[in-house]
C-alpha cells in the first residue's frame, strides 16, 4: 500500500509542479497595422480617425483570455469630424425666427421657385416705446385705429399709417441666407413649402475594447493594448483565432492537471485512511 501512496503522491507533486511553472500564453501582435497612442492618427480607405485617448477604467468584474478578474480594463477612444447634411421644411404662413426678428413665410403659387419672408412687427413692443400713443389699438366701424395724444389732443390715426411697413425678403432656389448660425441654401419651392439645406460637422466616436473588433471603412481590426497608454490594431484575424485558441488550449490542459492534483491528492488520503482501519481477520 505504501507503494500506491507514495506513487500518487508523485504524480500529484509532478501534476503541482506542471501547474505551477506553466506559462499561460498571451494575445500579443508582432507586426499590427497600427500602434499609436494619445494625438495620433489612423486612416484606412480614406477615412482618417484620431486616437482622442487611451484610459484606465474600473469594472466590477473580469475575465477574458490575457486579462484578470475585476480591477481596471483599458479604453481607448477614436475620433473623426465628418460632415452631415441638415435639412428643414418650412411651410405656407408659418412663422420662423430668422437673426433677432419673426418672419411670416409665403409661397407664390404652384409654378413659382420662390418665397417671401415677411417681418411680424411687434406691434404691441412699438406702441409701448410712443409715449403718445395708447398701449392698444381701437376698433371702429371703418377698421382699425391708434389713438395718439399730441398737446393734450387724441387723434385716430389709421393703423395702417401709424404702423412701419413690414420689411419683406425674397429668395429663389439656390439662394443662401444666415439662419440658426449656419448659411442655409433654399434647396426646393413648391406651393406649400420652402426646403433648405446646410451643412454642419459632427464627431464619431469609436470606443474600443481590450481584444475587441472595430471596424473602419471597410476593414476590421481586433485591438490590443500592450500597456495602458498604447493600442494595437491587427486585420490579421487568423494570427488573433489562433492565438486565442492556444490560450482555449492552454486553458483545457491546466484545468486538466488541478484535476489530476487533486484527485491523486485525495487518492493518497484514502489509502492512507484504509491502512489505520483494523483487520477483521
Known sequence: ????????????????VLTATADSP?????????????????????????????TEVEEGGGGGHGGGGGGTSIVGTLERNVTVEQSEAWANEST???????????????????????????????????????????????GEYVVVTEDGESTLVPAEEYFP???ERSYAAGD??????????????TADQAVLVWETTETESIE????????????????????????????????????????DQFQQYNSGLTRVLVLAFLSSLLLLGAAFIPSRY
Open 165 to 167: 411697413a413690414p420689411e
Open 208 to 247: 474600443v475594447t481590450q481584444h475587441a473588433t472595430v471596424t473602419i471603412g471597410e476593414t476590421d481590426f481586433v485591438a490590443h493594448f500592450p500597456d495602458a497608454s498604447t493600442m494595437q490594431l491587427s486585420s490579421d484575424m487568423e494570427e488573433y483565432e489562433s492565438q486565442v485558441a492556444q490560450i
Open 1 to 16: 500500500m505504501a507503494v500506491y501512496v507514495a506513487l500518487f503522491v508523485l504524480i500529484a507533486g509532478g501534476a503541482g
Open 26 to 54: 498571451e494575445i500579443g501582435f508582432e507586426n499590427p497595422d497600427f500602434e499609436v497612442s494619445t494625438g495620433d492618427p489612423v486612416e484606412v480607405g480614406g477615412e482618417e480617425y484620431v486616437v482622442a485617448e487611451i
Open 96 to 142: 420662423v425666427q430668422v437673426g433677432d426678428r419673426e418672419w411670416r413665410v409665403e409661397t407664390e403659387g404652384n409654378d413659382s421657385n420662390s418665397f417671401t419672408l415677411v417681418e411680424v412687427l411687434d406691434r404691441q413692443a412699438i406702441l409701448e416705446d410712443d409715449p403718445q400713443a395708447d398701449n392698444e389699438t381701437v376698433e371702429r366701424d371703418d
Open 176 to 189: 443662401s441666407l444666415e439662419y440658426g448660425g449656419n448659411t442655409v441654401t433654399v434647396d426646393e419651392v
